[in-house]
């Protein structure tokens, strides 16, 4: 069902807890099997690779490829560095998230957070989880025991 068609009584409402292990696996996996968020992370990777590039030039007026190796050097070690930084992130209580045609809904703890449908990016459907990526690239992860047609379908 479409969102814009979506009515407030048809709304989910979901609760589940990750833990750090799997906000990380559930990125890594998200990355294998998302085009779009993929992109969406690589696009960060180039643009602070490209950051450091136009900084060092700025700073000695010229271009070496040393520069040029340590500029690849902050792309790449994000890549790397973000599932770690993920597992200390990683928001661990449990989470209540509610879909309805007006967005999603979030709360963790004290925290309440509402997104209306323009700032959700990609929704997919991975092997283990639904992924809800927002246009500022924080996405949840819910995990498929939470929907249970998913279940069935994933068990058979």
């Not at 990380?24 to 992109?39: D, F, H, T």
């Not at 050097?73 to 973000?82: D, E, M, N, P, T």
Request: proline share 4%; with cysteine; glycine share 10%.
């Amino acid at each position: 069902m479409s969102p814009d068609k979506m009515v407030e009584e048809h709304a989910i409402t979901v609760e589940y807890a990750l833990t750090r292990g799997e906000v990380a696996g559930g990125l890594l996996r998200s990355l294998a099997q998302s085009p779009k968020y993929r992109g969406k992370i690589l696009l960060y990777s180039v643009g602070i690779g490209v950051f450091t590039l136009l900084y060092r030039a700025a700073l000695t007026r010229s271009v070496t490829p040393g520069d040029v190796m340590i500029a690849v050097g902050y792309g790449v070690g994000f890549l790397l560095v973000l599932p770690l930084g993920l597992c200390f992130r990683a928001k661990t209580a449990k989470r209540t998230l509610k879909v309805s045609r007006s967005g999603i809904r979030t709360e963790i703890g004290r925290s309440r957070e509402q997104y209306a449908w323009k700032k959700v990016g990609e929704v997919t459907d991975t092997r283990q989880f639904i992924l809800i990526a927002l246009t500022n690239g924080n996405a949840f992860l819910i995990p498929h025991q939470h929907f249970p047609a998913l279940s069935s379908e994933s068990n058979s």
